[in-house]
C-alpha cells in the first residue's frame, strides 16, 4: 500500500470517527504503523492506528464504549426513589432471615409473588393502584402474601388498624 493510496481517506467516516490528517507512525518492534488523527463526534480528538480505522477496531475515541456501557447498567432508574425502598424493604422482610423484621413476614411464611420479584412489575402496579408518597404498601389479609389481589396503598392510620393484635370494638 503506497502513501497516495492512504491519503484518499482524509474525510472519511468510520463509526463516530472522522479522520483528519495523517500523524507520526510509531514503531512496534521492527514494524512502523500509520496512524491518523481523527475527530469523534464528540468533539474529542483521537490518534488510531491505519488497520484499527479499517478492520472496524476502534469507532470512537473511547466514548462510545462509555455509552454503551452505561445503557447496559441502566434497568429502571428508580433505585433512588421511596418505592424502589418500600419494594427492597418488602422483599428483605420476607426473605432476609437476618432481618429484624423476617419473623413477623418470611419466618411466618409470608412470601412475595414471582412477578413482584423484578421492580418493573411492582412499580407498574402500585403506580396503576393509587401509590403515593403519603401512603405505605398494606396487605388486605395480614396473613397473605405480597401480591396484587391481596395489597393497597394506605395511610399509617389505616395500617394500623390492620395489625394481627387488632381488636375491632
Given at each position: 500500500?503506497?502513501?497516495?493510496s ?6 472519511q ?28 463526534d ?6 488510531v492506528?491505519?488497520?484499527y ?27 433512588k ?8 424493604g ?27 420479584f ?16 403519603s401512603?405505605?404498601?398494606?396487605r388486605?389479609?395480614?396473613n397473605?402474601?405480597y ?23
Open positions: 500500500m503506497t502513501k497516495q492512504v491519503k484518499c481517506i482524509h474525510g467516516r468510520f463509526g463516530r470517527l472522522v479522520v483528519i490528517k495523517e500523524a507520526d507512525g510509531i514503531y512496534w518492534g521492527k514494524y512502523k504503523h500509520r496512524q491518523f488523527l481523527c475527530q469523534c464528540c468533539g474529542n480528538k483521537t490518534i492506528r491505519l488497520e480505522l479499517r478492520n472496524g477496531h476502534t469507532q470512537s475515541c473511547g466514548c462510545n464504549r462509555l455509552i454503551i456501557s452505561s445503557k447496559s447498567r441502566l434497568t429502571h432508574g428508580g433505585t426513589s421511596r418505592l424502589y425502598r418500600i419494594w427492597t418488602m422483599l428483605r422482610r420476607c426473605r432476609n432471615s437476618h432481618s429484624k423484621d423476617y419473623g413477623n413476614y418470611g419466618g411466618r411464611g409470608i412470601v412475595v409473588c414471582d412477578e413482584w423484578n421492580f418493573e412489575p411492582f412499580r407498574d402496579w402500585a403506580l396503576a393502584n393509587g401509590y403515593a408518597d401512603l405505605t404498601i398494606d388486605k389479609d395480614v397473605g402474601n401480591e396484587p389481589n391481596n395489597c393497597k396503598w394506605s395511610t399509617m392510620l389505616e395500617q394500623r388498624h390492620n395489625r394481627r393484635d387488632s381488636v375491632a370494638i
